[in-house]
């Protein structure tokens, strides 16, 4: 029997910037070998928020400031697990998902899911405002409304 090759499983739930670079850097380092990394996200693409006006002002088209979650994990040569989490359970040290998959264990947990407007239950926000976040609603909407 072969002996598991992991000592301790890191898990990031989330593709925001902030977990794009500590797989970036991980990558670069190699450092870890002993570590399993996975990146949980239910989205397969992450925007990088520092460019988004420049993409907005039409600097950028939208694939340059994307980056494909799974390839990028592919590279960094960890798990990508595309899913929506459901809960955390901290006793157990376990992921729940909502799509029914079994629960996966961690040791090591980060949370990076981003931001949400608010107050878009105001009256008459909704007919005169656009929310900036999540990003990729608000990419979306900017692609529709120039088509």
Request: aromatic letters at 8%; glycine letters at 8%; hydrophobic letters at 40%.
């Amino acid at each position: 029997m072969t002996p598991y090759p992991y000592q301790s499983d890191v898990v990031l739930i989330g593709g925001g910037h902030s977990h794009v670079q500590v797989v970036k850097m991980l990558t670069m380092k190699r450092a870890l070998p002993q570590v399993r990394f996975t990146m949980i996200s239910d989205e397969s693409v992450a925007y990088y928020s520092g460019m988004v006006p420049g993409g907005l002002a039409g600097l950028y088209n939208l694939d340059e400031i994307e980056m494909e979650l799974r390839p990028l994990a592919r590279w960094a040569g960890i798990r990508f697990i595309r899913a929506r989490v459901s809960g955390i359970d901290p006793t157990l040290r376990q992921i729940l998902f909502d799509d029914g998959r079994s629960p996966l264990n961690f040791d090591v947990l980060s949370i990076n899911v981003g931001s949400v407007s608010r107050g878009m239950d105001i009256t008459g926000v909704k007919s005169f405002a656009t929310p900036t976040r999540p990003l990729s609603h608000l990419l979306k909407q900017v692609v529709r409304f120039e088509s």
